[in-house]
C-alpha cells in the first residue's frame, strides 16, 4: 500500500491561493490520484480528480478555480487553488487508486493524513 504525505494547507484570506501537494512514498505512475475535503460536521467529498494519463476533473464547486496536476517522476500529485472562498475551508486529502470524477467516485484504499485550509479574512 502507498504511503500519502500530503503538504502546503494554511490560513489564506478570500480571494488567495493555496498549492497543496501529495506526496507517495513509490511510483504513482499507473495510478490515478484524487483530492477530497471534509469541512466539520460534512461529508468527504472529491474535489478534483486526475488519470494516469493526466485527464482532469472537478466536482462543480471548483470548475476554474481549482487545478489538479501530477509530477509522476516524483512521485508527486498537487493541487492548485485559485479566488479560495470561506467555505473552501476543509481539511484537505489526497488519495491514490481510485475512480474519480466530478460526480462520482470510489476512493482508493491510500489516504495521506490531510493538511487544513481555512479560509478567513
Known amino acids: 500500500q502507498v504511503q500519502l504525505v500530503e503538504s502546503g494547507g494554511g490560513l489564506v484570506q478570500p480571494g488567495g491561493s493555496l498549492r497543496l501537494s501529495c506526496k507517495a512514498s513509490?511510483?504513482?505512475?499507473?495510478?490515478?490520484m484524487g483530492w477530497y475535503r471534509q469541512a466539520p460536521g460534512k461529508e468527504r467529498e472529491l474535489v478534483a480528480g486526475?488519470?494516469?494519463?493526466?485527464?482532469?476533473d472537478y466536482a462543480d464547486s471548483v470548475k476554474g478555480r481549482f487545478t489538479i496536476s501530477r509530477d509522476n517522476a516524483k512521485n508527486t500529485g498537487y493541487l492548485q487553488m485559485a479566488s479560495l472562498k470561506p467555505e473552501d475551508t476543509a481539511v484537505y486529502f489526497c488519495?491514490?487508486?481510485?475512480?474519480?470524477?466530478?460526480?462520482?467516485?470510489?476512493?482508493?484504499?491510500?489516504w495521506g493524513q490531510g493538511t487544513q485550509v481555512t479560509v478567513s479574512s
Open positions: 488519495n491514490v487508486g481510485g475512480y474519480y470524477s466530478g460526480t462520482y467516485s470510489v476512493p482508493g484504499n491510500s
Open positions: 513509490r511510483s504513482i505512475l499507473s495510478f490515478s
Open positions: 486526475i488519470t494516469s494519463n493526466n485527464r482532469p
